[in-house]
């Protein structure tokens, strides 16, 4: 499971550091792409086969749509021995990344969010928003 949250800066080669942390977890090699709010996901190879049979078994329409969505501008990392890897131009004008960069453990994946955007949704988030979203979950 991924969680915490960590603070970097894209270096002048447009690389960041992913924390030694979710490397353990991501792998050697893990995939990066689109997130549906604003943001770009990471995730381990296995999550992303998932990811791809679950888009396959979809009927043609949404399987286009999704595929599209999902894979055209994804990529395949493999991070160098400081964990630093590059993240490409598309993914970084789609998630407004520029300089400042949080990558935030959300369970399943790791999210990596320009951090002027994470700034503002994560105070956009009241307390009463998070316990009408947790009504039904009990732990």
Sequence with gaps: MFIGTYRHNLDPKSRIIMPAKFREELGETFYVTKGLSGCLLAMPAE???ALVDQIASR???K???LSR???AGADEV???SQGRFLIQEELRL???IKKEV???GAGK???IWSSDKWNEISSSVSAEDIAELMQDITF
Aim: negative net charge; glycine residues 8%.
């Design 47 to 49: 999550r992303w086969g």
């Design 59 to 61: 009927p043609m329409p």
């Design 63 to 65: 399987a286009d749509a």
């Design 69 to 71: 969505f999902f894979f």
């Design 78 to 80: 493999t991070p160098n």
């Design 94 to 96: 789609f998630a407004g």
């Design 102 to 104: 949080t990558i935030v």
């Design 109 to 111: 994946q790791v999210e």
